[in-house]
């Protein structure tokens, strides 16, 4: 079967390549020819025939502007990635500016939240318990066996108990007002009511206050049995001895099923690396910087592809000799360029993240504070 090779003239038209992601993008359609010249050139045509078709550039060039696109997407992910997590992921991520926030740092935070009860991704349930005249100790696995609607296997961690005295402020008496800090809201609040009851005020210094809250407070650790629980394995054991029925103990908690679950609703959401929505780039907003990295890698494929058509036969039969063709030697430039090639891009996208920008510029700006420290310092004379 002859198969025609190079003839040094191509026509691109879409269609002519594999995937045609750029078959309708201007540029590409523009430059598809040009690339396909530059490399049966670089190859050595028209001094050597090029074992290869148009077709076989335009696939090259395709593969290159795509292996582009997924090095610097992947090198926004990486970037990105903390902020990209738990995005729409319907939405294409390509033109549009990335701007860094705090969501994936406070997602991480979120299992100390919880903790501390201050926040997080875990519920903390109400539940209260009828205290018993006498009983000082309370199952509370057995509790939340019959009111805290568990699944099976699942239980219940006792964060917090509100078991306290009432605060001190409550039970505030002062003399000199005769009535203490219920009365008539604090005779609306300094405004003295109108003056309406036959009592005479004298205000204090908030200190004052504050001593005698304190002493109060002091008075039921020391003088009382205070208020007090033990939580041992959930069970629960109050002091001082509940001398009532009818009262109730308050508390919070949280099922330890929700706090070992560690997934999320991840619908239209970015849940890995692999489904933040890039697509591949668009040839005709690549600079010429990018282009001319696509130029060079488009031949270093077309050396590949050339290498193994050439290994089909290691010699060629001519009258009284044979010719050795140059498989290993295409072969092994091509690896070789692309290896470099891709080194080459990865470390211009390295040098230009975000940490390396602002560490040059912190650079610039402590170089430009020891210049100007160069510049003599005028005085000035009113």
Known sequence: MNIPIWTGTSTFAAGQTPF????????????ADKVADFCARRLGYPLADVELQSGSFYTAF????????????????????????GSD?????????ISPNLAGVVRLSEQYGVEAGVGGNVTWYSGSLDLTNGKQEYDMNAWAEANANLQANDSIEIKRVFYEAPPAITRYFDPYAGTGTGMIDLMDSFGWGSYSPAINFLMMPINYDMQVMQAIEFNDTIRRSNYSFELV????????IP???GSKLKFQYIKKSERNNPYS???????????????????????SIGRQWIFEYTLAICKEMLGYIRGKYTTVPIPDAEVTL????????ATADKNALIERLRAYFDDTSRDKLLERKANENDFLQKELNKVPYTIFIG
Do not use: C, W
Request: aromatic content about 12%.
């Open 62 to 85: 395709e593969e290159a502007i795509t292996t582009y696109g997924n090095e610097l997407y992947a090198y926004k992910v990486r970037e990105n990635y903390l902020s990209f997590a």
């Open 89 to 97: 992921s319907t939405i294409t991520a390509n033109n549009q500016l």
């Open 243 to 245: 001398n009532m029925n």
């Open 233 to 240: 394995n959930n069970q629960l054991k109050v002091f001082p």
């Open 20 to 31: 045609g992601f750029y078959d309708h993008q201007i540029d590409f359609k523009a430059d």
């Open 265 to 287: 609703n991840g619908t239209n959401k970015v849940t890995n690396v692999a489904e933040v929505p890039f697509q591949n780039p668009n040839y005709d907003q690549i600079n």
């Open 326 to 333: 140059n498989q290993q030697d295409l072969l092994s430039s």
